[in-house]
């Protein structure tokens, strides 16, 4: 992995922690204003892609899936490896909720929009994770990408980590990006990664 040393410097996140992070409220902000204007460019994307069925993995407690709100009357499988981030959920219409390892989905078919969301940094072999998730993308679907990209002054660890995960993802063919900025000066990279018809 080309960013071994780099993700070193970034604290692992064991799953009972996990779980202790969302009961204790850690990850609420992420339904705050801050973080509507990634969440808006993803719903964007797959409102504009027409997608039918969506695979949010690393959903949490289902942000991504309130802000397609009832304009979406797809198919939504949200992931998350965390069952406190799930259990308060209440689900909706179409709506399936699997708590697993996103890097052992127990999943067949594919979706027309796949969503990693702030969750590739803590794989331990992202780029494998991005090509196996290509392949729960339909033909002519995408894989929709968002990475955090934070000060290199405030958090050194995962600047460089973010930045060898962007050279990562960029290598990949058919990959597009865009900066996402929100309020303050938080902002993110999103990518677009379109799986061809004929494959």
């Known amino acids: 992995m080309p960013h071994q040393d780099t993700a070193r410097q970034v604290p692992e996140t064991s799953r009972d922690e996990w779980e202790d992070q969302y009961r204790s409220g850690r990850w609420d902000y ?66 399936t909720l699997l708590c697993a390892d996103a890097s052992r989905l127990p999943l067949r078919g594919t979706f027309d929009a796949v969503v990693l969301s702030e969750v590739l940094y803590y794989l331990d ?39 060898a995960l962007d050279r990562d993802v960029r290598s990949l063919a058919g990959t597009s990006h865009e900066l996402v900025t929100g309020a303050g000066r938080r902002s993110w990279r999103l990518y677009v990664l379109t799986r061809e018809a004929g494959r």
């Open 30 to 95: 992420l339904a705050e204003r801050p973080e509507q204007a990634r969440y808006t460019a993803l719903c964007a994307r797959i409102e504009a892609a027409g997608a039918a069925s969506v695979l949010d993995i690393g959903c949490g407690t289902g942000v991504l899936r309130d802000c397609l709100g009832d304009r979406f009357g797809g198919r939504y499988v949200g992931v998350d490896w965390s069952h406190a981030a799930l259990a308060g959920r209440t689900r909706r219409p179409r709506e």
């Open 125 to 163: 072999e992202p780029l494998a994770a991005v090509r196996g998730m290509l392949d729960l993308v339909a033909p002519g679907g995408q894989l929709l990408i968002s990475l955090y990209q934070p000060p290199a002054v405030r958090h050194p660890g995962w600047h460089a980590l973010i930045g």
